[in-house]
């Protein structure tokens, strides 16, 4: 199904939730091709598969106007996810919609398969955004469960979910269903099935039409209604559509299927300039610094190294790894941030090649396909190949290459349409070249083959002897070949024929692509860097040092990657200098790609980092550190750091309590028995060893010293606060709603002091009172008893300014919130601030930097108010705050946004000083519920999902060129 419908607006005291003209992508389109691992007794509906087949796992859907003019293209691609995956990664209410439909774990999920659906969306005019969607087939039909817009960070859930087919779709088949979006909007579908005449089927004779109405509705109010009218063929599914609402008539046509119209296809997008050769120059300060990873949710390694690409928003790396994900990266501008991701349903082992030319991406992958996107990940067209492809895609002047494992080799035109076959007799995993006509390539018995290239006849054959996988090269007359037993050869284009044989060093494997100098080749021998005399084959020199990758020569200046160095070096190995890898867990496993003045190399866990000259404004991440494994993946963080003397602390979803050293090595400390434990509030510490851990009820005091839990003890009400320590006592704030002190030693209860008309209210003490924020009071930390109170209608967290007696806290008042500065002594108001409408969260906690107080708003704006005056002093308008995630120090404030940055702000005028790009989120929602960048001496620490980040600003980045 195609319709584009609004998710309508929530009124509420004038919020609301537009998000008219979202896409439900996954209705679209067919389902996922069948995986491996389905079990046999999991029977799909076979007449839902007829019109509806589950073996196409990618297309590309075009919008058209009335007049049948293209505006929007949609480029999707899908995947089955495991029902353990999708149990453990989904938020809550998705995982609720799955239990409506019976799956609660692998015994219900028998007949059910689940889907991801990756889908880009490119307008005309430029916009362009990236969706998630979520469905599921089960023995009574397909179903929307949700979708994610990961620019905005948000989730929308159907309850119960959506049916948009039935199991047995026939003529005269009807169905109503209705239920709620995010339990706010209402939603009602009425569904209809009709026979298709052949006219209006695309000269198909067994089709479908199939009918929708869906109603959006909040309190009885109608927000949206929409009509959908789409047509299904069998064996085929999804040809085309149209959708009628309130902002028009929107036809959708299935590329591909519905013909193979010029004007349907995306116009070639204009690319940034070619920027001038850059020096990669040894006098440049250098830094690493993590771009982004090719999926936020795994951590498999990066397959091959990064291809470049240009595109409108300039320059991107193209990334790939084991986990089946194509992910561009933006290198330049916005760099980090996610320009696209495809998901080929199989592994992309060769790695792409981009045709500037043309504007296309080409690769192909273990599913047997070769694949054309645009440069804006768009799907054009993919070719059936005769097995896996493992080599890298040649691109010629009129023609796309690819080589299957089993040797066979397809030659096709830019639209995808075969122009000739050919067979190289044995296996092959080489990357051909081309040398003007002549295509070269090599095989697993160790021949080297040449072929013409208008029509793939042979030309000359050579046979080398031993296996050859490494990428052929070329250089003017000659090609050079490497084998798997250390035998370098180089041989004359014209002929084949052999102007020397060597072995490289200690006759290690070679795997990877040669570099070639002046007069030097240069390869990786199974971890050994070797220089040959380019004229004689001779053995120039030799390195030790267990290489990663491919070797990369600049300016006679040789760059290559260990597991945990970037070196430079000179033709005959002599090493110039070393750059560690930022941090323990960081282990390169690709050679470095150069990117105008900088370096890009990819690692273990599919990071892609950039080594170059330190980029002002700017976070350079200095080091990522992430959890041990478990049988389900790596654990997610869910404690925000916690900073002592000598020590940070941070806890995972699994009860590891980890300490994190200054070079972000994780060493256990304790191994909690968590039993559902999941913190409902940021941990509280007494600043020495011992921190309080907060799970609804419950709370938890961990000493650090030792590794154990002291105590444990229902406190009688959910905690949302920080817990406080006092010099015997810790003391929280419940929604009973009371404030209870626990004794430091045993947890038993010293005292408890009931609380009237609490919003959420945080408890601060300076050791000999306790200051309540909500209702604002003053207690007496030894017993409990009343100081002060106060009738103000607060709520939320708050800040104290100890020294200068003030507490900051926000407050309603006529139905709108205002920013109180309270006298701790007395209670006394010193001045009141009108805040937006929107400033009502009573979880977001303020911001106290020297001068200001610092508001999170509901949207996009934070506003600082002047802590002695209450005078707006500044307004800073970024992206939208992730919950809870503002943090703040003397002259400074940091932020993590829903748009996935950093963003690190000046208190003088609430200008961007610096940002970091982080990877977006499929984790649950719980995973980023306590994420706060937390300040050190040295920087940033930000919890980031599966990791722990370090980030530093870029003008206090030192290292050496590497």
């Given at each position: 199904m195609s319709a584009e419908q609004s998710l309508g607006t929530r009124d509420g005291q004038g919020s609301a939730l537009t998000v008219?003209?979202?896409?439900?992508?996954?209705?679209?389109?067919?389902?996922?091709?069948?995986?491996?691992?389905?079990?046999?007794?999991?029977?799909?509906?076979?007449?839902?598969?007829?019109?509806?087949?589950?073996d196409r796992s990618w297309g590309l859907q075009v919008n058209l106007d009335a007049s049948g003019r293209a505006v929007e293209w949609t480029g999707y691609s899908q995947s089955e996810l495991p029902v353990v995956q999708a149990l453990t990664t989904l938020n809550a209410d998705t995982v609720q919609a799955l239990s409506d439909l019976g799956v609660k774990d692998a015994r219900g999920a028998a007949g059910v398969r689940i889907q991801r659906?990756?889908?880009?969306i490119v307008q005309k005019e430029g916009?362009?955004?990236?969706?998630?969607?979520?469905?599921?087939?089960?023995?009574?039909g397909h179903f929307y469960l949700a979708d994610r817009d990961l620019a905005a960070a948000e989730t929308y859930v159907y309850r119960p979910p959506l049916r948009v087919m039935p199991a047995q779709p026939r003529p005269g088949a009807r169905w109503t269903q209705q239920g709620k979006i995010n339990r706010q909007l209402d939603y009602r579908l009425q569904g209809a099935i009709e026979r298709a005449t052949p006219d209006a089927s695309y000269g198909r004779s067994d089709c479908l039409r199939v009918q929708r109405k869906l109603i959006l509705s909040s309190q009885g109010t109608t927000l949206d209604s929409s009509s959908t009218t789409e047509l299904y063929c069998a064996h085929e599914g999804y040809m085309a559509g149209e959708t009628r609402n309130a902002r028009g008539l929107k036809r959708t046509v299935e590329y591909g299927r519905a013909g193979h119209r010029a004007g349907w296809l995306p116009p070639a997008a204009p690319v940034a300039p070619d920027p001038a050769?850059?020096?990669?120059?040894?006098?440049?300060?250098?830094?690493f610094t993590l771009l982004g990873r090719v999926t936020p949710h795994a951590r498999e390694r990066v397959s091959e190294a990064p291809t470049l690409l240009r595109s409108p928003s300039g320059l991107l790396a193209v990334v790939t790894n084991t986990s089946e994900t194509v992910t561009a990266l933006q290198v330049s501008g916005d760099a980090g941030r996610v320009a696209w991701r495809f998901m080929?349903?199989?592994s992309v082992t060769g790695g792409v090649v981009v045709d500037e030319r043309r504007g296309r991406v080409y690769f192909g992958s273990s599913a047997r396909q070769l694949y054309a996107l645009d440069v804006q990940g768009l799907p054009l067209w993919s070719v059936k190949l005769r097995d896996h492809m493992a080599a890298r895609p040649l691109v010629t002047a009129d023609a796309i290459i690819a080589v299957s494992e089993d040797g066979s080799v397809l030659s096709v035109d830019a639209s995808g349409k075969v122009r000739w076959t050919a067979d190289l007799g044995a296996l092959s995993r080489a990357t051909p070249v081309l040398a003007g006509s002549l295509l070269v390539f090599a095989n697993n018995n160790g021949s080297v083959l040449a072929l013409r290239a208008r029509d793939g006849q042979a030309v000359w054959r050579t046979e080398l002897g031993a296996p050859i996988t490494a990428p052929l090269q070329v250089n003017g007359e000659s090609v050079i070949a490497a084998s798997t037993s250390g035998e370098v050869a180089r041989l004359q284009l014209r002929s084949g024929q052999p102007v020397w044989q060597a072995t490289a060093g200690r006759g290690g494997s070679i795997r990877h692509t040669p570099a070639i100098g002046g007069e030097e080749v240069l390869v990786n021998a199974d971890g050994e860097l070797v220089t040959l005399d380019f004229k004689s084959g001779a053995v120039v020199a030799r390195a030790s040092g267990g290489y990663v990758g491919a070797p990369l020569m600049v300016d006679q200046t040789v760059h290559a990657a260990t597991k945990n160095e970037l070196q430079r070096l000179t033709t005959d190995l002599r090493v110039l200098d070393r750059t560690p890898a930022p941090g323990e867990h960081t282990r390169f496993v690709t050679g470095a790609t150069r990117a105008a003045d900088a370096l890009l190399l990819g690692d273990a866990q599919g990071g892609l980092w950039r080594s170059g000259p330190t980029q002002p404004g700017v976070l350079q991440a200095a080091w990522q550190g992430t959890t041990r494994a478990s049988r389900a993946g790596l654990p997610a963080i869910i404690s925000p750091p916690v900073v002592l003397p000598e020590r940070t602390v941070l806890l995972d979803s699994e009860g590891g309590v980890y300490r994190v050293d200054e070079t972000g090595a994780f060493h256990d400390v304790a191994q909690l028995d968590l039993r559902g434990f999941g913190l409902t509030a940021r941990p509280g510490s007494d600043g020495?060893?011992?921190?309080?851990?907060?799970?609804?009820?419950?709370?938890?005091?961990?000493?650090?010293?030792?590794?154990?839990?002291?105590?444990?003890?229902?406190v009688g009400g959910v905690l949302l606060q920080t817990p406080i320590f006092t010099k015997d006592t810790v003391i929280v704030?419940?929604?009973?709603?009371?404030?209870v002190a626990l004794d430091l030693q045993t947890g038993k209860t010293r005292w408890r002091r009931a609380l009237k008309n609490s919003l959420m209210g945080a408890p601060?003490?300076?050791?000999?009172?306790?200051?309540i924020s909500s209702p604002v009071m003053a207690l007496d930390a030894m017993t409990g008893e009343p100081i002060w109170t106060s009738e103000a209608a607060t709520f939320g967290a708050s800040e104290l300014d100890v020294q200068d007696k003030v507490m900051y806290v926000r407050s309603i008042q006529n139905n709108r919130p205002w920013l109180n500065a309270l006298d701790l002594r007395s209670g006394r108001v010193l001045w009141q601030k009108a805040l937006p409408a929107n400033a009502t969260t009573p979880l977001e906690p303020l911001g106290l930097t020297r001068q200001s107080v610092v508001v999170p708003t509901g949207g996009r704006e934070l506003i600082a108010l002047d802590r002695t005056s209450g005078q707006v002093r500044w307004k800073h308008d970024g992206s939208s705050l992730r919950w809870g995630s503002l943090s703040a120090q003397e002259d400074r404030v940091a932020y993590l946004g829903t748009d996935g940055h950093v963003t690190l702000i000046g208190d003088t005028d609430g200008a961007v000083l610096a940002r970091w790009r982080a990877a977006e989120s499929e984790m649950k929602e719980e995973t980023y519920r306590l994420a706060r960048p937390v300040f050190t001496p040295g920087g940033l620490l930000v919890p980031h999902g599966l990791e722990l980040v370090k980030l530093e600003e870029s003008s206090t980045s030192t290292g050496s060129r590497p």
């Amino acid at each position: 199904m195609s319709a584009e419908q609004s998710l309508g607006t929530r009124d509420g005291q004038g919020s609301a939730l537009t998000v008219a003209g979202f896409l439900l992508t996954s209705l679209a389109v067919g389902m996922a091709l069948v995986w491996p691992y389905w079990d046999a007794s999991r029977h799909a509906p076979r007449e839902l598969d007829r019109y509806w087949p589950p073996d196409r796992s990618w297309g590309l859907q075009v919008n058209l106007d009335a007049s049948g003019r293209a505006v929007e293209w949609t480029g999707y691609s899908q995947s089955e996810l495991p029902v353990v995956q999708a149990l453990t990664t989904l938020n809550a209410d998705t995982v609720q919609a799955l239990s409506d439909l019976g799956v609660k774990d692998a015994r219900g999920a028998a007949g059910v398969r689940i889907q991801r659906l990756a889908a880009r969306i490119v307008q005309k005019e430029g916009g362009s955004r990236n969706v998630l969607v979520y469905t599921a087939r089960t023995p009574d039909g397909h179903f929307y469960l949700a979708d994610r817009d990961l620019a905005a960070a948000e989730t929308y859930v159907y309850r119960p979910p959506l049916r948009v087919m039935p199991a047995q779709p026939r003529p005269g088949a009807r169905w109503t269903q209705q239920g709620k979006i995010n339990r706010q909007l209402d939603y009602r579908l009425q569904g209809a099935i009709e026979r298709a005449t052949p006219d209006a089927s695309y000269g198909r004779s067994d089709c479908l039409r199939v009918q929708r109405k869906l109603i959006l509705s909040s309190q009885g109010t109608t927000l949206d209604s929409s009509s959908t009218t789409e047509l299904y063929c069998a064996h085929e599914g999804y040809m085309a559509g149209e959708t009628r609402n309130a902002r028009g008539l929107k036809r959708t046509v299935e590329y591909g299927r519905a013909g193979h119209r010029a004007g349907w296809l995306p116009p070639a997008a204009p690319v940034a300039p070619d920027p001038a050769p850059t020096r990669v120059s040894a006098a440049l300060p250098t830094t690493f610094t993590l771009l982004g990873r090719v999926t936020p949710h795994a951590r498999e390694r990066v397959s091959e190294a990064p291809t470049l690409l240009r595109s409108p928003s300039g320059l991107l790396a193209v990334v790939t790894n084991t986990s089946e994900t194509v992910t561009a990266l933006q290198v330049s501008g916005d760099a980090g941030r996610v320009a696209w991701r495809f998901m080929p349903g199989g592994s992309v082992t060769g790695g792409v090649v981009v045709d500037e030319r043309r504007g296309r991406v080409y690769f192909g992958s273990s599913a047997r396909q070769l694949y054309a996107l645009d440069v804006q990940g768009l799907p054009l067209w993919s070719v059936k190949l005769r097995d896996h492809m493992a080599a890298r895609p040649l691109v010629t002047a009129d023609a796309i290459i690819a080589v299957s494992e089993d040797g066979s080799v397809l030659s096709v035109d830019a639209s995808g349409k075969v122009r000739w076959t050919a067979d190289l007799g044995a296996l092959s995993r080489a990357t051909p070249v081309l040398a003007g006509s002549l295509l070269v390539f090599a095989n697993n018995n160790g021949s080297v083959l040449a072929l013409r290239a208008r029509d793939g006849q042979a030309v000359w054959r050579t046979e080398l002897g031993a296996p050859i996988t490494a990428p052929l090269q070329v250089n003017g007359e000659s090609v050079i070949a490497a084998s798997t037993s250390g035998e370098v050869a180089r041989l004359q284009l014209r002929s084949g024929q052999p102007v020397w044989q060597a072995t490289a060093g200690r006759g290690g494997s070679i795997r990877h692509t040669p570099a070639i100098g002046g007069e030097e080749v240069l390869v990786n021998a199974d971890g050994e860097l070797v220089t040959l005399d380019f004229k004689s084959g001779a053995v120039v020199a030799r390195a030790s040092g267990g290489y990663v990758g491919a070797p990369l020569m600049v300016d006679q200046t040789v760059h290559a990657a260990t597991k945990n160095e970037l070196q430079r070096l000179t033709t005959d190995l002599r090493v110039l200098d070393r750059t560690p890898a930022p941090g323990e867990h960081t282990r390169f496993v690709t050679g470095a790609t150069r990117a105008a003045d900088a370096l890009l190399l990819g690692d273990a866990q599919g990071g892609l980092w950039r080594s170059g000259p330190t980029q002002p404004g700017v976070l350079q991440a200095a080091w990522q550190g992430t959890t041990r494994a478990s049988r389900a993946g790596l654990p997610a963080i869910i404690s925000p750091p916690v900073v002592l003397p000598e020590r940070t602390v941070l806890l995972d979803s699994e009860g590891g309590v980890y300490r994190v050293d200054e070079t972000g090595a994780f060493h256990d400390v304790a191994q909690l028995d968590l039993r559902g434990f999941g913190l409902t509030a940021r941990p509280g510490s007494d600043g020495r060893s011992l921190i309080a851990l907060s799970n609804r009820e419950q709370l938890q005091l961990l000493d650090v010293t030792r590794g154990q839990i002291r105590w444990s003890v229902d406190v009688g009400g959910v905690l949302l606060q920080t817990p406080i320590f006092t010099k015997d006592t810790v003391i929280v704030v419940s929604t009973a709603p009371e404030v209870v002190a626990l004794d430091l030693q045993t947890g038993k209860t010293r005292w408890r002091r009931a609380l009237k008309n609490s919003l959420m209210g945080a408890p601060h003490t300076d050791g000999r009172t306790v200051w309540i924020s909500s209702p604002v009071m003053a207690l007496d930390a030894m017993t409990g008893e009343p100081i002060w109170t106060s009738e103000a209608a607060t709520f939320g967290a708050s800040e104290l300014d100890v020294q200068d007696k003030v507490m900051y806290v926000r407050s309603i008042q006529n139905n709108r919130p205002w920013l109180n500065a309270l006298d701790l002594r007395s209670g006394r108001v010193l001045w009141q601030k009108a805040l937006p409408a929107n400033a009502t969260t009573p979880l977001e906690p303020l911001g106290l930097t020297r001068q200001s107080v610092v508001v999170p708003t509901g949207g996009r704006e934070l506003i600082a108010l002047d802590r002695t005056s209450g005078q707006v002093r500044w307004k800073h308008d970024g992206s939208s705050l992730r919950w809870g995630s503002l943090s703040a120090q003397e002259d400074r404030v940091a932020y993590l946004g829903t748009d996935g940055h950093v963003t690190l702000i000046g208190d003088t005028d609430g200008a961007v000083l610096a940002r970091w790009r982080a990877a977006e989120s499929e984790m649950k929602e719980e995973t980023y519920r306590l994420a706060r960048p937390v300040f050190t001496p040295g920087g940033l620490l930000v919890p980031h999902g599966l990791e722990l980040v370090k980030l530093e600003e870029s003008s206090t980045s030192t290292g050496s060129r590497p």
